[in-house]
């Protein structure tokens, strides 16, 4: 959870600890020592055991600490990660919607003109007046053959 940074470094005075170095427990010579030093300054065994209990608080205390900081620490940069994916995320999809309804616009603007092209080449005259005119043509050439034809009956009959 730390990083070797914002653990404490040990001094030279102080030895690894025998349970990093993966050997027995045993009491150190410190502590050794802390013991004799507290019982020549007159306190008994009852004071050493308080005064060791108030100090394995104090470095429980401590460490809880630490610990709660660097888990604060960790959060904060997961959620500023967390909030810079989002944004990158948000960028990308608006990009790409933009560019999805530009292909979009793009293709309805060219299936517009195609229909409009359809629509004026089939269009040329409406198709009522095509028929109209279709019709007029029709009558004129039946007249105009029941004329001649009239005509040719007329010459033949009449001297």
């Keep these: 959870m730390t990083d070797p940074i914002d653990r404490p470094h040990p001094s030279q005075d ?3 600890s025998q349970e990093t170095r993966g050997e027995p427990l045993t009491v150190p010579v410190e502590t050794q020592m802390a013991v004799q030093q507290l019982r ?3 306190f008994s065994e009852d ?7 108030a100090l ?5 205390l401590w460490t809880q600490q630490a610990t709660r900081e660097d888990l604060h620490a960790e959060h904060q940069a997961l959620a500023q990660r967390l909030a810079q994916q989002l944004d990158a995320l948000h960028e990308d ?6 560019q999805h309804a530009d292909v979009v616009r793009e293709e309805l603007r060219d299936a517009f003109a195609q229909h409009a092209d359809v629509l004026h080449a089939t269009r040329l005259e409406p198709p009522h007046r095509r028929d109209v005119l279709l019709w007029l043509i029709t009558a004129l050439l039946f007249l105009t053959t029941v004329g001649v034809a009239l005509l040719v009956v007329h010459s033949v009959v009449s001297p």
Excluded at 47 to 53: E, F, G, I, K, S
Excluded at 56 to 60: E, G, N, T
């Design 56 to 60: 394995l608080r104090v470095l429980a």
């Design 14 to 16: 102080e030895v690894p």
């Design 40 to 42: 020549e300054a007159g």
């Design 93 to 98: 999809t608006r990009r790409e919607i933009g």
């Design 47 to 53: 004071q050493q055991a308080v005064l060791t209990t």
